[in-house]
C-alpha cells in the first residue's frame, strides 16, 4: 500500500456538522452551522467550537457567553447548509427556514426544536488560536426529543438519522460496525438443540 504525503492540514474527518444557535443581549438570535466542534471531558461535562472571529455570531457568543450546540439530522441537511453559507446579518435564519425557537432551561440563547438533541452550553474559556477561536464551555443543560425514547427511557439518536460533515459534503451515517467493547467482549456461546 502506498503513501503519499499531503499538505499539513485538517484530515480530521468526518465532523459532526451542528447548527449553533445564540442571541445578543438584546434578545436578536442567530443560528451558524459549526463544524469544527467537539467533546473535552465528561466531568464536568464540556465541549469545544471553534468559530472565525469575523461570523456574525461569534460577537454574541463572546458578549454573552452563552450557546446551544443543536444536533443536526438528514431532514435538517438543507438548514445546516443553509446556515453555514448565509450570514444572520442578513436574514433572520429563523423564518426563512421555518425553525422552531425552543426556550432553553438554563440560558438565553434559543435551542433549535426540530434538533433531536440541544446542548445548552456557557462559555468557560476563550483560547484565540489563529484562525479560529476556540470557545470552551460548561455544558448546562441538555434537552432531547421524546420521539427517539424507548419505553427504558433510553434515547436513540441513530433514529432521528444524525448527519456529518467530511471534505465539504454531508453524509448520512451507514450501518453500525461494532460498539464499545466489541474487540475484548467474550462470545456468548450458542445454545444447543
Excluded at 448520512?172 to 474487540?183: A, D, H, I, P, R
Aim: net charge positive.
Amino acid at each position: 500500500m502506498g503513501k503519499t504525503e499531503f499538505k499539513p492540514g485538517n484530515m480530521l474527518y468526518p465532523l459532526p456538522a451542528v447548527m449553533v444557535s445564540v442571541a445578543d443581549r438584546e434578545g436578536k438570535d442567530n443560528i451558524l452551522t459549526v463544524a469544527w466542534a467537539g467533546t473535552v471531558c465528561t466531568n464536568p461535562p464540556m465541549v469545544s467550537i471553534s468559530i472565525r472571529p469575523e461570523r456574525y455570531s461569534y460577537r454574541m457568543i463572546k458578549d454573552t457567553g452563552e450557546f446551544v450546540i443543536n444536533l443536526t439530522t438528514e431532514d435538517l441537511s438543507y438548514a445546516t447548509d443553509y446556515c453555514g453559507v448565509k450570514s444572520g446579518r442578513d436574514v433572520d435564519k429563523f423564518d426563512v427556514l421555518k425553525l422552531t425557537r425552543l426556550p432553553s432551561r438554563q440560558i438565553k440563547a434559543p435551542g433549535i426544536a426540530e434538533s433531536p438533541v440541544n446542548i445548552e452550553c456557557k462559555v468557560k474559556q476563550i483560547l484565540e488560536l489563529g484562525s479560529h477561536h476556540m470557545f470552551l464551555a460548561d455544558v448546562v443543560a441538555v434537552t432531547v426529543d421524546e420521539d427517539y425514547m424507548d419505553e427504558r427511557n433510553s434515547f436513540h439518536l441513530s433514529d432521528a438519522k444524525p448527519i456529518v460533515y467530511s471534505h465539504g459534503k454531508y453524509f448520512g451515517l451507514g450501518k453500525q460496525v461494532g460498539s464499545f467493547g466489541c474487540s475484548v467482549a467474550k462470545k456468548k456461546k450458542k445454545k444447543q438443540k
